[in-house]
């Protein structure tokens, strides 16, 4: 079998027509599948045959089942319920969008929305100026000075307030510099304990605050459960052991990666040794860091392979095909456009046909895990 996971960039171009079934997004497909998904390791160095630049890696044949300790992947509990700290998160980020804002005199531990603008010898300097900024007196990493000057304003005052940066700051342009900001208190933010009905009416579709709880635990838990298939599978990668891996599997997802990697960042205008250098690593570690990468893929596909092994689910070429077909459709691009774009972005160690499938793959195992889950509400 030859089969590979789907990564970043080729997924970008499928996000709207490969969509995972059961809640899972595509997102979801990658970021599962381009990190640490698996909890399982395979133990022992691995030895990779050369590999041939501009061919297809042959991947030998293997049984999924031979190479994986499947751990439980049916009945696996997902907890969908709610708790009160994520409402109160939703509330928090309620209030960030529709701050209750009060007058008053600010004091030391306020949380307040202010404007301001800095100047050294009469002219403004970078990053010292902005608007509708919310600080917290006393604590708002301000140089030292600038929260005292806010403390005792009262909402809609402004005044000039002369101040010095430390002489260690890191901006070499104004540490030591003696500077005014101009600093305009708009207004005293208001605390959640202040959320009241009426609130409620003004800025969200519902009428009372108990009914926004109860509409937001509903959403919360939607959400849980539309993405019950993504974490059941999670659970799966770590509770499941690889044992080991074909080399020319691992060959071909390095390789995948590494043409991945340098795509990404010669469109940023940057070069391997300048990503290297930025990054503080050297080559042998980026060539490690593409192995752990592509050993941990590898871990996912294999394990998806057992289980839709196990289970005779259809994953048949036939199958396989109609998912191009609709993805093709979907995309509203040719197929040739698509296969171009996923050399581009992935070389030509695995072939885009076997690429898909695995993709497939992942698809259908998700689905068969989710709908067997059990969910808790």
């Not at 599997?249 to 940023?268: P, V």
């Amino acid at each position: 079998m030859k089969k590979n996971f789907m990564m970043v960039a080729l997924a970008a171009l499928f996000v709207s027509a490969a969509t995972c079934v059961a809640g899972c997004s595509m997102q979801d497909f990658v970021e599962k599948f381009t990190g640490a998904a698996s909890g399982s390791a395979v133990s022992g160095d691995v030895v990779l045959p050369e590999y041939v630049s501009g061919q297809a890696v042959e991947i030998e044949d293997y049984d999924p089942l031979a190479l994986v300790e499947l751990g439980q992947y049916k009945g696996v509990e997902v907890d969908c319920t709610v708790s009160d700290e994520e409402i109160d998160a939703e509330l928090d980020s309620l209030l960030q969008q529709h701050p209750i804002e009060l007058e008053g005199t600010a004091k030391n531990g306020d949380e307040v929305n202010i404007d301001y603008s800095g100047k050294q010898n009469g002219k403004k300097f970078d990053g010292g100026t902005a608007k509708d900024q919310t600080i917290t007196l006393g604590s708002s990493g301000f140089i030292d000075g600038f929260d005292d000057a806010v403390i005792g304003m009262k909402t809609g005052e402004k005044k000039d307030a002369k101040m010095k940066f430390p002489d260690d700051y890191h901006d070499e342009k104004i540490a030591g510099k003696n500077v005014v900001f101009t600093i305009k208190l708009n207004y005293i933010v208001g605390s959640k304990n202040m959320v009241d009905d009426a609130y409620i009416k003004k800025n969200t579709e519902q009428k009372t605050l108990e009914d926004w709880k109860a509409a937001t635990k509903k959403s919360l838990a939607d959400v849980k459960k539309s993405g019950a298939a993504t974490t059941a599978m999670d659970m799966v990668f770590k509770t499941s052991k690889v044992k080991s891996i074909p080399p020319t599997l691992l060959l071909a997802e390095k390789e995948m990666t590494r043409t991945n990697f340098l795509n990404t960042i010669s469109q940023q205008g940057i070069d391997l040794q300048t990503a290297l250098s930025m990054q503080g690593k050297t080559e042998a570690e980026f060539e490690d860091m593409l192995l752990e990468q592509a050993k941990s893929t590898c871990e996912a596909e294999l394990i998806c392979e057992a289980i839709a092994a196990t289970e005779k689910l259809d994953v048949s070429d036939q199958a396989v095909q109609k998912y191009i077909d609709d993805m093709v459709v979907q995309s509203g691009r040719t197929l040739d456009d698509i296969k171009e774009s996923f050399v581009q972005y992935y070389g030509t160690a695995e072939k885009f046909e076997d690429y898909m499938k695995t993709a497939y793959v992942y698809n259908t195992v998700a689905k068969f895990v989710g709908d067997n889950a059990k969910i808790k509400e």
